[in-house]
């Protein structure tokens, strides 16, 4: 019986893979990963020149992304059935070899490998590689502490309905926005009416060649990538700077 390794590749520069990834990268046989139809897909893009030669690759084709509200109930019943296939899929090939999953940042953390982990888990081993998160790779692109001594630090979905981002945005300290692609509009008007917009920082395709960091106050309101984050910092506490007495 071979396994499935889920390996968390980081927010996108190769270079912030894990050593641990990197080598299981390096020496993959068999890989899999997620894809929109007609893209070479994120995962994909990372390992890029660092797959053998005689890899076996396995894209996993989304039915749907965009196309549909993802509340809609033939939205989750594509994707239900799209996870369903391939875990049957990787379970069969996993009778002969190991396969190797990729996955932008942590598969843990909002991994979309983690539909398959449910349909697999107790059925076949699986090893989980961790990975540094997109968000950590976007606030170092900024530069800035994105909390410090008490701050609290919320994660939000620009999924959410407006008011429900404009309440958490007004009740925690520091923030990080995901999935904000269309939702950019909507997120912009929830921080204004929350009265954190000038503390907020767009950064698009975070520590990839592609990045862009800006103020948000500053961007216009088109959309912007599915890989884009938006930050607003925390401002805990911050101990004093002593200047130290000259030799």
Known sequence: ???IICCGLGPGDPNLMTVRAYREVRGAKHVAYFRKRGRPGQARRI???????????????YPVTTELPFDSPEYARLLSTFYHE????LARL?????????CEGDPYFYGSFMHLHARLEGRVEIEVIAGVPGMTGCWNSVGLPIALGDDVMTV??????????????RNSDALVIMKTGRNLKKVRR????????DEAWLIE???????RVARLKHMDEAECPYFAIVLVHGQGRRMEVIECPSA
């Open 156 to 169: 939000l979905m620009g999924t959410l309905p407006e008011d429900e981002l404009e309440r958490r945005a």
């Open 205 to 211: 395709r975070g520590t990839t060649s592609g990045e």
């Open 190 to 197: 929830a921080l204004c009416a929350a009265g954190r917009l």
């Open 86 to 89: 391939w875990a049957e899929r």
């Open 1 to 3: 019986m071979g396994r």
């Open 47 to 61: 390992v890029d020149g660092l797959l053998a030669e005689d890899v076996c690759e396995y894209p996993m084709e």
């Open 94 to 102: 996993t009778r002969a070899v190991d396969i190797v999953v990729l």
